[in-house]
């Protein structure tokens, strides 16, 4: 299809697309490669934003929006506030042939990649000739969630239930013996102990 | 229900009529219902300021501004150009780039919200079938523009600010998607227009308030926090935490941060209208009006009036609300921090499921009262 047969919305979608998928090439790889980890926890953000992104431009409004509450606003807010409470800048002792871990992972990396392709490439993929759904997505997601997939969502929500309880008996600490803290250090001021002063005696005015 | 106007179809209309395609002209008219919310969001901010200068004003038994146009009413304007002329000042060693993109990420998600606010049939910048839910959903975005703001400051009270800030908000969430969630089964469906229309039939008493009582105090509770309203101002709670994520941002970043709290106050109180008390319907209903009177409600001119009435009576209880926070801030005092996350989670989050419980129970047994 060359520019000239565009028409306006098709280009829009197109631009829209093209941006997208760079911005989350980008953000994906900065959440690789950069060596803050607090930069990469707020790419990351960027790279799901703009997978729902590109939800929207597949008719898929409800997906995109679910997309961005449970990815950016629970997942990526969960690790934000993971790395923040336990952000101690450590200064790593530099190690000898770093390279070759760096080189090893870097092969395995691209014959991840080489592999995945070769898949995505090899596969004849079916495109559904179904319309898609649009805002009719939530009815059919509901039906689809209490028909066929009954099990893998309530296997989903067993899951999240066993998550559920196990943060509870972490945060409840009455099976984690605490270890004993010295209650006087705590609790003494490090100044210099002073002499106490009448209140409204004369001879200290 | 009548169709109402369609300025959409009319705008489209008069273009194609001068010879303009289909396309160009609905690509002009695209722009102009998102640039004229946008301009109603700013500008309800100034009325928000006021209100609230005048209202806690006349709380504490002072007069207020007074000087700064007919009645103060400028002296939101004085307070934007003064933030506009403040020295911009980045800390030192504070993270330049989190430091600006920060603000942006809180109050952005809060003006794309406008997107599903409707104030009529078809004054709506779109009618999307996930509507509320994308309200809920961008306004999860918004914990994680406090997290950079406050990390990125390079202070500890910052920090600290920020991240009671996003779990605030985080937690209050919950129940508020489940209010909501008791209303969007009620109208079986998630567009607001939906909502309203499903409310509208009886007019006063049909609204979601008399079906709903809980959810609403619920949803109000955590929209109130989810806006960092007093009492639950904890972020920005000046004996602790100076002012929290807030604390070293100047001039119109600071402002960033002040814009986006009263836009999201607005929006929350638009939704609550939108939600709870019947969004743009007349307490009797337009058509019995009409009925009464004798004229036709397809009628030009009724249809005009009934579109202005329900632009007045969407803002009305908004502003309504709006009023109700500011009464609240002067009478209850802050609460704790886990006071605050006592309520979420200990009081509001097991009510707020017992209430999707009973309301799924009563659409099942009363299928004709509680929209089957």
Known sequence: MTLATLNLAEGVQLVSFGLLGLIMLVGALGVVLLSNIVYSAFLLGLVFISISGLYILLNAGFVAAAQVLVYVGAVNVLILFGIMLV?????????????????????????????????????PWTISTVPAAGDRAIEVIGQHFFSDYLLPFELASVLLLIALVGAIILARREYLPDTAIPTEEALTL???????????????? | MTPGIDLQGTFVRALTDLGLPAGAAKTVWIPLPMVLMLIVA???????????????AAAQQRIGPEYVGPLGALQAVADGVKLIFKADITPAKADPWLFIIGPAIVVIPVFLSFLIVPFGQNLVITDLG???????????????????????SNNKYSLLGG???????ISYEIPLALAVLAVVMMSNGLSTIDIVNQQSQYGILGWNIWRQPVGFVIFWISALAECERLPFDLPEAEEELVA????????????????????????????????????????????????????????????????????????????????????????????????????????????????????????LTLPGFFGG
């Not at chain 1, 770093?98 to 992972?105: E, P, R, Y």
């Not at chain 2, 604390?247 to 709290?261: C, D, H, I, Q, R």
């Not at chain 2, 009797?284 to 009925?291: K, N, Q």
């Not at chain 2, 030009?300 to 329900?310: E, F, K, R």
Request: hydrophobic share 55%.
């Open chain 2, 244 to 363: 929290g994520y807030q604390t070293e941002y100047t001039g119109m970043k600071f402002g960033l941060f002040y814009v986006g709290s009263y836009v999201n106050l607005m929006l929350s109180a638009l939704i609550v209208s939108v939600l709870y008390l019947g969004g743009w319907s007349f307490p009797v209903p337009v058509e019995s009006i009409t009925a009464l009177l004798g004229i036709s409600e397809t009628a030009p001119v009724v249809q005009i009036v009934a579109a202005s009435l329900g632009i007045v009576m969407t803002m009305l209880k908004a502003y309504l609300l709006v009023f109700l926070t500011i009464l609240l801030r002067w009478t209850v005092p802050r609460v704790r921090i886990d006071q605050l996350l006592d309520l979420g989670w200990k009081f509001l989050l097991p009510i707020a499921l017992v209430n999707l419980l009973v309301t799924a129970g009563l659409k």
């Open chain 1, 87 to 123: 952000n101690k800048q450590e200064d790593f002792a530099t190690v000898k042939n770093a390279w070759v871990g760096k080189a090893a992972t870097g092969a395995v990396c691209a014959g991840l990649f080489g592999l995945l392709s070769t898949m995505v490439l090899s596969h």
């Open chain 2, 130 to 152: 996930i509507g509320i839910f994308l309200w809920i959903a961008l306004s999860s975005i918004t914990p994680i523009g406090l997290l950079m703001a406050g990390y990125s």
């Open chain 1, 190 to 205: 490090p100044e210099k102990p002073r002499e106490l002063v009448a209140a409204g005696s004369r001879d200290s005015l």
């Open chain 2, 42 to 56: 700013t500008v309800s901010i100034f009325i928000c300021v006021w209100l609230e200068r005048k209202i806690s």
């Open chain 2, 163 to 169: 991240l009671r800030a996003a779990a605030q908000s």
